[in-house]
């Protein structure tokens, strides 16, 4: 293809894990030549959030259609790749399939390897795609509907975990608010948008501590304030104002993501910081990381909303720096719904 060399590795990434369903070509590991992705979004939103077997079903009918749009886009053939990329875990049994089954029945059609990928490692690496000096090591905050993780990212795919959620996600706890103040699924970016009209100190909410664990987190106490807090008001006949709800609850949240961040970043001694997954798009989280990474002398990276949430490129990403440690999979790669981090 022109523009390209044959020293090139071009990848084709598949993303199946929840409820999108996602296709990339990567060139090099940080170029992204398309980025596919069918959300299935309106589909679970009457039923308040994702159902699995829907899910699996929406990818299995979207799945080629989303990997011929990202070839297509790409400009590019199946022949034309160097190896095909896709989520094993963790995530939905099912859903997971959907996107395995198909990768390996590709790589098998054509002949090229197969690379499975941890989809919390393609959060992470969904930063190197707009920050090209980005490289190992730096600290990174992994924030997404199933995950609340403080890593060291040693090396391309080499982890460190140093802080974990001992309760709900943070996506978990914006979701189950939203849908407590009625704004639905999914709450992260609709708690996100009510909030800019809110006062951040309008209600005082606690922020969850671990006691001696600085680095791990805990928001069931903070949703189950929320929850007494709307209860109360309402037993009081008073009407609630959910900007100013979602306001609070939102620096609750980000007071804790960010204290502990920086805190690990300073005690461990390094000079850049990373956010990852669905709830790094929040404007909140972006604006105070970025202002506590200012005045500590941290670089604060952080991908696009488009990379945050879930999709195929970030998948591709790390494909490549897996590819290229020589890392591939087996004919015999299966889903792995509760694939831990650091785990092949
Ligand atoms: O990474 P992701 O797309 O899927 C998982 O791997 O879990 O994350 C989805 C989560 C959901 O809980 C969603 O509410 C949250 O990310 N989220 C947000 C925002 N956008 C998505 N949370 C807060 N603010 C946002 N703007
Ligand atoms: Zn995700």
């Given at each position: 293809m022109s523009g390209h060399t044959s020293e090139d590795v071009l990848i084709l990434a598949i993303e199946s894990s929840c409820d999108e369903t996602a296709a990339a070509v990567v060139k090099?590991?940080?170029?992204?030549l398309s980025n596919a992705i069918s959300s299935q979004i309106e589909t679970h939103t009457v039923y308040g959030g994702v159902v699995p077997e829907i899910a699996s079903r929406e990818h299995i009918k979207a799945i080629n259609y989303v990997i011929q749009r990202a070839l297509a886009e790409a400009d590019?053939?199946?022949?034309?790749?160097t190896a095909i990329g896709v989520t094993?875990?963790?995530?939905l049994v099912g859903a997971l399939l959907v996107g395995v089954a198909e990768a390996k029945a590709l790589a098998y059609g054509v002949g090229k390897p197969l690379v499975g990928v941890h989809h919390i490692e393609g959060h992470v690496s969904a930063n190197f795609i707009e920050n090209p000096d980005l490289e190992p090591p730096f600290v990174c905050l992994i924030v997404s509907g199933g995950h609340t993780h403080l890593v060291i990212?040693?090396?391309?795919g080499e982890f460190e975990i140093i802080g974990r959620t001992r309760d709900d996600a943070a996506g978990e706890a914006f979701d189950k608010v939203a849908r407590a103040v009625g704004?639905?699924?999914?709450?992260g970016p609709k708690i996100d948008r009510a909030a800019k009209e809110g006062n951040p100190h309008a209600i005082q909410f606690p922020r969850g501590k671990v006691e001696g664990s600085p680095y791990d987190f805990s928001f069931s106490g903070l949703k189950s304030a929320v929850l007494n807090y709307i209860n109360h008001e309402k037993m009081m006949g008073h009407e609630i104002y959910v900007p100013d709800l979602a306001a609070s609850f939102q620096y609750s949240v980000t007071d804790s993501l960010v204290s502990r961040a920086i805190l690990a970043a300073k005690e461990y001694g390094y000079k850049k910081l990373a956010i990852a997954g669905?709830?790094?798009?929040n404007s909140a989280l972006r604006s105070a990381m970025k202002e506590a990474c200012d005045k500590n002398g941290i670089r604060f990276y952080h991908p696009s909303p488009i990379y945050c949430t879930d999709n195929a490129a970030m998948i591709g990403t790390a494909a490549y720096y897996e590819y290229i440690k020589g890392r591939r999979s087996g004919w015999d790669l299966n889903a792995v719904p509760n694939l831990k981090l650091g785990e092949r």
């Open positions: 090099n590991g940080r170029t992204i590019h053939t199946l022949e034309d790749m094993y875990g963790p995530g990212v040693k090396d391309y704004l639905g699924y999914p709450g669905g709830v790094a798009s």
